[in-house]
């Protein structure tokens, strides 16, 4: 059950990271939209707004989805083999390959 938690946890604490990331990258400003024009009254682009910015986010958020999701149905696994319902060996024997190959993860 222990890897389960650290699983679900590492899924919450990535999602955290990329939503305060997001913020940050939606309201920071830098470089200028327009170099011809003077410096000073040139608009700055926000820096979501280069796309390898938004490509990192993006695949960091897919994966908070990712191991949010897999930590959930890992509770609903690790839940049903410990309360004896419908509980079998290869429930455990999946919960346990599951948890252990997203460890490397977290």
């Known amino acids: 059950v222990t ?7 590492a899924g919450a604490a ?32 926000t820096i979501l707004d280069y796309q390898t910015q938004r490509y990192r986010l993006f ?11 897999m930590g959930n149905r890992l509770f609903e696994l690790s839940s049903t083999f410990t309360e004896g ?6 429930n455990f024997a999946e919960v346990m390959a599951i948890s252990g190959g997203l460890k490397g993860l977290c």
């Open 3 to 9: 890897r389960v938690s650290m699983v679900a946890g």
């Open 14 to 45: 990535l999602a955290k990271a990329v939503t305060i990331a997001t913020r940050y990258s939606a309201i920071r400003t830098q470089g200028f939209v327009d170099i011809r024009s003077s410096a000073h009254m040139a608009p700055e682009r």
């Open 59 to 69: 695949k960091q958020m897919a994966t908070a989805y990712a191991i949010y999701f």
């Open 85 to 90: 319902v419908g509980s079998s060996d290869s």
